[in-house]
């Protein structure tokens, strides 16, 4: 994911000092004045791109510490519902599994909660009783109780 936003900005900023450098070039000519801007203009698109890259890449990097340094919530539920997201998987591209569990609290309230372990999503099934650990919207880890 980080190769992405380093090749994604690095190809935007290449192309944005392309289309202005060529426009710099073309306004040395004196007939060219109006044909010079142009290059220059088309060089803002990709310098906005660029932007967004790093504007991206910054909230992703900030997600990251949320959850790495948030506070892990733990709280008595029971498991109402698991389900799978597969996405990807057509022609040379590999598919990828989102795992997702539906907890129910003491009070009734039901809340669906990313599953970052597999092992985690395999140990677990509905109708369990126990206490999560979460932190954010991500379940970090469940400890079976018995009835």
């Known amino acids: 994911m980080v190769f992405f936003f380093i090749a994604f900005c690095g190809i935007?900023?290449?192309?944005?000092?392309?289309?202005?450098?060529?426009?710099?070039v073309a306004?040395?000519?004196?007939?060219?004045?109006p044909f010079s801007i142009i290059?220059?203009?088309?060089?803002?698109v990709p310098l906005g791109m660029f932007a967004f890259g790093i504007f991206m890449a910054i909230k992703m990097f900030q997600r990251f510490q949320m959850m790495r340094d948030g506070k892990v919530d733990a709280v008595p539920v029971v498991i109402v519902g698991k389900r799978t997201q597969v996405s990807g998987g057509s022609g040379d591209s590999s598919a990828s599994t989102a795992y997702f569990a539906t907890f129910e609290f003491e009070d009734g309230e039901r809340k669906e909660f990313s599953v970052y372990d597999?092992?985690?999503y395999g140990r677990i099934s509905e109708d369990d009783a126990g206490i999560l650990f979460s932190r954010e919207q991500f379940a970090v880890d469940f400890d079976r109780v018995r009835m």
């Open 12 to 24: 935007s900023l290449f192309i944005a000092v392309m289309a202005i450098g060529i426009g710099g």
């Open 27 to 33: 306004s040395l000519s004196e007939q060219a004045f």
């Open 39 to 44: 290059p220059i203009c088309m060089g803002v």
């Open 118 to 120: 597999g092992g985690l």
